[in-house]
Every structure is written in structure tokens, then in C-alpha cells.
């Protein structure tokens, strides 16, 4: 929800402050603030097929929201609520903003070094894809279950569980 909420004020924020094709640097020409609308995805791909980038959210929103019933992991819950707020967040763009529902452009307006524009959403969807890597990596499943033992909801541990085991 804090990741919907940032994304949605801060690109009502950036449409009353910004003026496109007026860029404000914030660290010089590294990062800037300059205010676009994406028909497509990231680096504008897609922008064609705009209606399918809408269902191809809306997939992932219910993919996430399924998940999320099975999670039985702290880090894996913030992963899939960053997911699901990036998601949601572009989706509403795709749904209610211009030229029409389902073909909506997204409010970008945070430029990195010239090569790309992003926003909050975007954020939250690459931090997102970066933890759940992490916890892939180390072995944690969504459903809380690692290296061959359940977390125990009672705080003890299974009898596979060796002295050398973590939890993230």
C-alpha cells in the first residue's frame, strides 16, 4: 500500500510542478527531473501495443495477489508488496489516464543519466526484482520453507534443522 500511495502522490506531484521537455537537474545532468507520458515499458518499448502492456500488469497484479496467500516468509511479503504496489501503480495509469482505458500513459518523470525515465512504481518494481533474487539465491521459497525444514510458527525449529541454518 506505501508503494501505491508514493507512486500515485508523487506523479500528481510531478504533473502540477513538472512541464515537459523541461528537465530540472537534481545532481546535474545524472539525475533529473523531466516529466514524460510512456505509452510503452521500460526504454518506451512496446509503445505500440500499449493494450497489452495493461494486461500483461493486470497479470502480474493477480499472479502477486495469489501468491501473497501463500507467504510464509517476512522478506518475501516485502518483496510482493513492493511488486504489487509497482504494478498497481502503472496499471492505474494504463486504466484512467490518456488516450483511454487500457491504453493509458504513464507519468515518468525521474531521469537516470539521460538513458532512461522512470518513476516510483519502476522503483519499487526493480528493488522488488532485486530481493526476491536475494531470497532466491538463498534458498528461501515463498512459502517460508528452507533447506529442507519449515519455519515453525511456535519459534522452534524442525528436527532437520542443523545449528549452521540462517534465516533471512
Excluded: C
Aim: overall charge negative.
Amino acid at each position: 500500500m506505501l508503494t501505491l500511495v508514493l507512486d500515485q502522490g508523487s506523479k500528481v506531484w510531478a504533473l502540477g510542478a513538472l512541464t515537459p521537455g523541461e528537465p530540472r537537474d537534481l545532481l546535474g545532468p545524472a539525475l533529473r527531473l523531466n516529466l514524460i507520458r510512456n505509452p510503452g515499458a521500460a526504454f518506451s518499448l512496446g509503445d505500440s501495443v500499449t493494450w497489452l502492456l495493461t494486461l500483461v500488469a493486470l497479470g502480474i497484479v493477480v499472479w502477486v495477489g495469489r501468491a501473497a496467500t501463500r507467504v510464509g516468509h517476512g522478506g518475501w511479503a516485502v518483496t510482493l508488496g513492493m511488486l504489487l504496489g509497482g504494478a498497481i501503480g502503472n496499471l492505474i495509469d494504463r486504466i484512467l489516464r490518456a488516450p483511454g482505458f487500457g491504453r493509458g500513459h504513464v507519468v515518468d518523470f525521474i531521469d537516470y543519466f539521460g538513458l532512461f525515465i522512470g518513476n516510483v512504481a519502476d522503483i519499487a518494481i526493480v528493488v522488488a526484482a532485486a530481493f526476491g533474487a536475494v531470497l532466491a539465491v538463498r534458498g528461501i521459497p515463498l512459502e517460508g520453507v528452507t533447506h529442507g525444514r519449515h519455519e515453525a510458527g511456535d519459534g522452534h525449529r524442525g528436527t532437520e534443522a542443523t545449528s549452521g541454518d540462517a534465516d533471512v
